[in-house]
């Protein structure tokens, strides 16, 4: 198998032929499909999350093709759409696992960090941790679904069913899937992008959102919630300026810039500000259930994995809306 590898912090990836690796007990051996570049592979690369194990493979939007299965898998079979999301692991016995609150697990791996990712030919999950596809849908499309997507979700769900005014700060791959979401619930979504940005404003109105505009302005009506996809801080008091009393601010990201000094009266009348951490493999199940349901669009930019150097580039600086997908 070939892989993109992160040798040391902050460096560029590096194309490396590697041994073929079996799945161990309970395991899966993946044919990458395609693998979407998330945010938080920036975070991973510039060793901004704690303890990197190094050589480290990212990714963790990974679409794959079932090619090998461990002892005792007994729920996917070979041949099978798979995807490999964050989540890899969880231990199943600590207390956040034993009361359905996995995504906090003490003692979990996340692919693409912890246990090696979808930036590759090829790749080995544990089998509890992959979700059938299907046929239906394009390989590189749906790839997105499984981090930015699933992400995206929890924060909808997070935000609250009585949240009909939603702010979206950030409208890059996720928000421009849970926007969809959103509006086919029948919510109403602002989109909030870096001030200046008028072709990812319009490309949020072309999703459905009423207004779109700059972080800097404010809109045209109060918040019932906003979300924060954007890894900015100083978006945290913001968006808490912008929605109402007892509205709710949630913190998508899994890295954030520090949160600038605010006064308590933005956040005081019940507001709540919250964030979002990782996700459960129920999450998975709901949105990957209703997903083809809402018919969602997700608009991606292809590059070969050996550019995926140039695909993380191309995400730091903003030079594509939507997503990126890696395809070996
Ligand atoms: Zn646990
Ligand atoms: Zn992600």
């Known amino acids: 198998m070939q892989a993109m590898v992160l040798k040391a912090l902050k460096k560029p990836l590096e194309w490396t032929e590697l041994p073929d690796r079996q799945p161990g007990p309970g395991e899966i051996r993946v044919r990458v499909l395609a693998c979407g570049v998330c945010r938080t592979d920036l975070h991973v690369v510039d060793g901004e999350l704690p303890n990197p194990r190094l050589p480290m493979i990212p990714g963790h939007e990974i679409v794959g093709r079932i090619d090998a299965i461990g002892a005792g898998v007994e729920t996917l079979r070979v041949g099978e759409r798979v995807g490999i999301p964050w989540l890899g692991h969880t231990c199943g016995v600590c207390p956040y696992c034993v009361s ?84 086919w619930q029948g919510r109403t979504v602002f989109a909030f992008t870096q001030p200046g940005d008028t072709t990812t404003q319009a490309f949020a109105r072309k999703l459905g959102a009423v207004w779109a505009g700059g972080s ?73 259930s209703l997903a083809p349901k809402i018919g969602i669009v997700t608009q991606i930019t292809r590059y070969p994995l050996r550019e995926a150097n140039r695909a993380l580039d191309d995400l730091r600086a903003g030079r594509f809306d939507g997503a990126a997908v890696l395809i070996p």
């Open 100 to 183: 359905g609150h996995e995504n906090l697990c003490d003692h979990p791996l996340f692919t693409g960090f912890t246990r090696e990712g979808g930036y590759a030919t090829a790749a080995i999950a544990d089998s509890r941790y992959a979700f059938p596809l299907g046929e239906d849908g394009d390989d590189a499309s749906l790839a997105p679904l499984l981090c930015a997507g699933l992400i995206g979700w929890r924060s909808l769900v997070i935000a609250g069913e009585e949240a009909r005014t939603l702010g979206l700060y950030g409208f890059g791959a996720a928000a421009h899937i849970i926007a969809q979401v959103a509006i």
């Open 216 to 288: 800097d302005e404010s809109a045209p009506a109060k918040l019932d919630a906003a979300i924060i996809f954007a890894p900015v801080g100083s978006l945290v008091p913001t968006a808490l300026r912008a929605v109402r009393k007892g509205g709710r601010v949630v913190c998508a990201g899994i890295h954030m810039s520090d949160i600038p000094s605010f006064p308590y009266d933005i956040l005081w009348e019940e507001r709540q500000l919250v964030s979002v951490a990782n996700l459960t493999r129920q999450d998975g199940l709901d949105f990957l």
